[in-house]
């Protein structure tokens, strides 16, 4: 095996499956990562809180982006989940010391290199340890800039981390090689589950529909802290680190082009730069709350579920387009 | 969003890092580029922050009082609620809130400190202590 190359990355499962298939023989960018994976997506989750605020969800599942890589790019992965933390640990320095290149899911409360600020319960961060030192592990964390050091003890607290989506130590690797796809025929695919995803999933609160819900609960909401609360949940949902900006509007806008590039399917290009125009209207929703939220600017809800409302009708057509760009694709 | 316009404020709530985002270059190419931050997230991840010390503080005092046990000032330190708290413990939520009150605190077993001080990430002695 060539020794590890760190690479940053603006989410961290895209941004660990790129650096591991690339380990593994096959050059592949984030936003390729992230498109191939179907990861662009919406969901408004109000039976799942954190903190008593629902999740709003503009990626598609946890490790659905390594599941989707796996099957479509060979690279044999295992997945292991351990009862207690002790057994999760020795196996993990197990494969270490085989010299394997290691996935994690943890929380990002527990990290130590995690700036206090952004240090919430969330279970679902994905990071690769590329060696151990002492009692040091070495990791590649994609969201972080450089490698970085974590202290046994922190780590195993948070693979082994409770609450929502429970990572119960999960680690994968790969055990084969990469190699080069039909680059056409999964890009189609993939596009067709990201339309299907986001037009037709039977669910009223996933996709364009889940849009749809989340603007009519923005509009009943009644000004006070708690409304502040809510409509900042949705901002950091969005723009909090992890997601590039925009809920990954833009990633997936990258994506669009370089598979364009890659294949010489045209319509992509127009589809990216008009991505790219719905991750602005994203962006401005997200101010607009920000003043709100400062008091720069008035309380008003049903302005802020105007723009949802808006966004919804935006992506609708644009995910229509897409599907139809896909089932044009001769390929 | 263009590559120039990618927000430098010097968000304080990176602490220092840098993020990635992606940003259309004069080329017309989605492209990575880090950022130090923008307010907005500065503004909605402080929110967040700031509730959960407001929740603390706020224990605190009932701490200071005699109405409630350290434990649940530790509680919102570590930015647990009732619920993650039990989920992380093993513990029924009612058993939680019972062992707020100071006197049914103070007896605790060794066993159920150990407990709590370890889902909290705290040792025996700071578990018992608020400063």
């Known amino acids: 095996m060539p020794p590890f190359v760190h690479a940053h990355a603006s989410h961290c499962e895209s941004g660990v499956m790129a650096s591991l298939s690339r380990h593994h023989g096959l050059a592949l960018s984030e936003a390729m990562a992230f498109g191939l994976g179907a990861a662009i997506f919406f969901a408004y989750l109000p039976f799942m809180r954190i903190n008593g605020l629902p999740l709003i969800a503009y990626r598609i599942q946890p490790r659905a982006i390594i599941k989707r890589l796996n099957r479509d790019l060979g690279l044999g992965m295992r997945f292991e989940k351990f009862r207690s933390p002790a057994q999760g640990t020795r196996r993990l320095d197990e494969l270490l010391d085989a010299g394997h290149l290691v996935g994690l899911q943890t929380s990002v409360y527990w990290l130590p290199y995690f700036p206090p600020d952004l240090r919430f319960h969330f279970n679902a961060h994905n990071l690769l340890v590329y060696g151990r030192e002492g009692d040091d592990y070495l990791l590649s964390d994609p969201v972080v800039e450089t490698v970085v050091r974590c202290p046994r003890a922190d780590l195993e607290k948070a693979r082994f981390a409770k609450g929502l989506l429970a990572p119960h130590g999960l680690l994968y690797y790969a055990t084969g090689t990469a190699a080069a796809p039909d680059w056409a025929k999964l890009g189609k695919r993939a596009l067709k589950r990201a339309a299907d995803t986001m037009l037709r999933t039977p669910l009223p609160f996933i996709g364009i529909r889940g849009i749809g819900m989340l603007a009519r609960r923005v509009e009943r909401l009644a000004e006070g802290d708690a409304a502040r609360m809510y409509i900042g949940n949705i901002v950091r949902m969005q723009e909090e680190i992890g997601t590039g900006g925009a809920g990954f509007r833009f990633l997936y806008a990258s994506f669009l082009q370089e598979l364009a590039a890659l294949t010489g399917y045209r319509p992509l290009e127009a589809l990216a730069a008009r991505l790219v125009e719905i991750g602005d209207r994203w962006r401005e929703f997200a101010l607009a709350a920000a003043r709100m939220i400062r008091r720069r600017d008035p309380f008003d809800a049903p302005a802020l579920a105007a723009r949802l409302r808006g966004l919804a009708a935006d992506e609708k057509k644009f995910f229509g387009e897409l599907d139809a760009a896909q089932r044009a694709w001769a390929c | ?131």
């Open chain 2, 1 to 131: 969003m263009r590559e120039r316009d990618v927000p430098q404020e010097g968000n304080a709530t990176l602490g220092g890092h840098r993020k990635a985002v992606y940003a259309v270059a004069d080329d017309g190419r989605v492209r990575m580029v880090t950022s130090r931050g923008w307010e907005v997230e500065e503004i909605v991840t402080r929110q967040a922050v700031e509730d959960l010390d407001r929740l603390a503080r706020e224990a605190r005092q009932r701490a200071l009082a005699g109405l409630t046990s350290p434990l649940e000032v530790h509680m919102y330190r570590a930015r647990m609620d009732v619920a993650l708290l039990a989920q992380t413990t093993g513990l029924w939520r009612w058993r939680i809130r019972r062992h707020f009150r100071p006197p049914v605190f103070a007896r605790l077993s060794p066993r159920l400190r150990r407990r709590y001080a370890d889902a909290l990430g705290l040792s025996l002695e700071a578990l018992g202590r608020i400063d």
